[in-house]
């Protein structure tokens, strides 16, 4: 990848915020709605996100969110709906045509939403590698659709930024693609494609892998859709056609360090015996009961003759037990 393909994807993005691109990373229905909340049109245009990072029963404390890669401030919109106070939100963005569009779609939203005040969202510059905030000083931080623009090295530096800024107990809601099959050289290459949300993709394992390495312990995966289907008509370096999906995780900070991360993928286990079955870590299971459990444990009381495990939902809602 040549060095300087941060600049080509900078380069990119500027352009994107003078000429929205409505086809920039885009997923159906990704746009939550709450009660109150008006967005204006051009905002929408700009909502280059593959999913959805803002989850309710994140935003329950007071600490400010910090949101990487503002965009057209749709997301950086929703987190103030829940925060209402000045420098609730703060919003990081290298672009500076990024941020100027999106302050501009920030004060219509005002007049929009008889509750917004513009001051709710401190857009300021900084990059993903380098966060202008303190250590442990916010409670949630949430990028959508950028991690995957970055090589492994840069990936690396912007998640442990990530871990360094948040609070013990604090999370990282995350959404970005990832590819069901290894993407091309020749595509990674390629700075505009990587742009795109598209060549720079890599697995759902090493995505999990990148989170747990940065000190990431417990991990929910909170979806898993199809995104895009690449095909050798459109990209002649595939030998085959590519699925990618829609990835959200959040990943939790707990402080403590493991092997392996705790992974939730909405799996549940049931205990079938007689009365109720503790477990050697503690955790104990009332019989008929569905538990929601990691994908750890619930390979481990899939060996056992008492207990039925369900599959992966891709839903995982909470962390249940270990």
């Not at 690396?156 to 809601?173: D, H, Q």
């Not at 595509?187 to 598209?198: D, E, F, G, P, S």
Request: proline share 8%; glycine share 10%.
């Amino acid at each position: 990848m040549p060095e300087d393909y941060k600049q080509a994807v900078q380069d990119f993005y500027a352009t994107a915020a003078v000429s929205a691109d409505p086809s920039l990373c885009c997923v159906d229905g990704a746009v939550w709605a709450f009660p109150g909340l008006a967005f204006p049109p051009r905002m929408l245009e700009m909502n280059y996100g593959c999913g959805s990072t803002v989850h309710p029963s994140d935003l329950s404390g007071e600490e400010p969110v910090l949101y990487v890669g503002v965009g057209g401030g749709v997301e950086a919109l929703q987190f103030a709906y829940f925060r209402r106070r000045a420098g609730g939100v703060i919003a990081v963005d290298p672009v500076a045509e990024m941020r100027e569009a999106a302050g501009r779609n920030l004060e219509e939203a005002a007049r929009l939403n008889p509750w917004f005040r513009p001051e709710f969202v401190r857009i300021v510059g900084g990059t993903a590698e380098s966060l202008p905030v303190e250590d442990g000083s916010v409670g949630v931080v949430a990028q959508n659709c950028l991690f995957n623009v970055f090589t492994d090295g840069d990936l690396a530096r912007a998640l442990a930024e990530v871990e360094r800024v948040l609070a013990i107990g604090g999370r990282f809601s995350c959404s970005d693609p990832i590819a069901t099959s290894p993407i091309p050289e020749a595509l990674k290459r390629n700075a505009t494609l990587r742009a795109r949300c598209i060549s720079g993709c890599t697995s759902y394992e090493r995505y999990l892998q990148a989170l747990h390495a940065s000190g990431f312990q417990r991990l929910l995966v909170r979806a898993r859709r199809p995104y895009r289907l690449l095909l050798p008509a459109e990209f002649p370096e595939l030998e085959g056609p590519i699925l990618l999906e829609s990835l959200e995780v959040l990943a939790i900070k707990t402080g403590g360090t493991a092997p392996r991360p705790e992974v939730f993928t909405g799996r549940h286990v049931v205990y079938v015996g007689a009365g109720r079955f503790a477990a050697h870590d503690g955790n104990s299971f009332p019989a008929g009961v569905p538990l929601h459990v990691s994908d750890r444990l619930a390979a481990e009381l899939g060996e056992r003759p008492d207990f039925v495990v369900t599959p992966p939902t891709y839903h995982a809602r909470s962390a249940g037990c270990c």
